[in-house]
């Protein structure tokens, strides 16, 4: 079974628990916390996950804002890898005054993009590394579960968009698989929006203002 449907399973056994409850999330709460990222449409050829924090404020009630840092890390089909530096915050909106409490956000992002093909005994391909500083929007859904006055887990899906034009290719041929990091402006190649599924652990640390 997979992680996304795990995480459904348990969250739904939760919300049966926390419906009704009271919310414990008021303004001027500040949290911080640690994620997991699982990009879940990633292009053929391509594996890998990533981990990440984050800080939020509530600004009232019923509006958060979050920032956040994710290091992810990409195997290319074993003709290369990915690592990404991504920097970014959103607009959180939850809904209800639950103890399990639905929301969406929305909000923009910055990565430090490094694609870096495997070397071998009689090709080292160390100078066809390329990066890219890459800008994007995102927005989402997920739910928060409140498990104490302190600690708390969400889970949530988070579409990104980027503004930029892939930088590279995994190509299948006879001879195997090769990433290739020349890729031409304006060149027609498959790629995919990144979507994440995300599981965070939150911990409230203070109240900065009544």
């Not at 909000?107 to 890219?132: C, D, M």
């Not at 997920?142 to 949530?156: K, P, T, V």
Request: glycine share 8%; aromatic share 14%.
């Amino acid at each position: 079974m997979s992680i996304k449907y795990c995480c459904s399973i348990l969250f739904f056994m939760i919300g049966i628990l926390g419906y009704g409850q009271e919310n414990q999330d008021n303004a001027g709460d500040f949290q911080f916390g640690v994620r997991l990222n699982q990009n879940i449409n990633l292009p053929q050829y391509e594996e890998g996950f990533g981990i990440g924090v984050q800080a939020k404020v509530n600004v009232l009630d019923n509006l958060n804002i979050e920032i956040y840092s994710n290091i992810e890390t990409l195997d290319l089909g074993n003709v290369g890898n990915l690592k990404q530096n991504e920097f970014g915050f959103s607009a959180v909106v939850p809904f209800l005054n639950h103890k399990l409490s639905p929301f969406i956000f929305l909000g923009a992002n910055y990565s430090n993009i490094k694609v870096t093909p495997v070397s071998y005994l009689f090709s080292n391909r160390e100078s066809e590394s390329i990066a890219l500083n890459s800008f994007g929007l995102h927005a989402g859904i997920g739910a928060q579960y409140n498990l104490n006055d302190r600690l708390s887990i969400a889970l949530s899906y988070r579409f990104l968009y980027r503004f930029d034009q892939p930088i590279y290719e995994v190509q299948s041929s006879d001879f195997g698989l090769y990433l290739n990091t020349a890729v031409l402006p304006n060149t027609e190649i498959e790629s995919k929006d990144p979507m994440y599924l995300q599981f965070s652990l939150n911990y409230r640390i203070m109240k900065l203002w009544n």
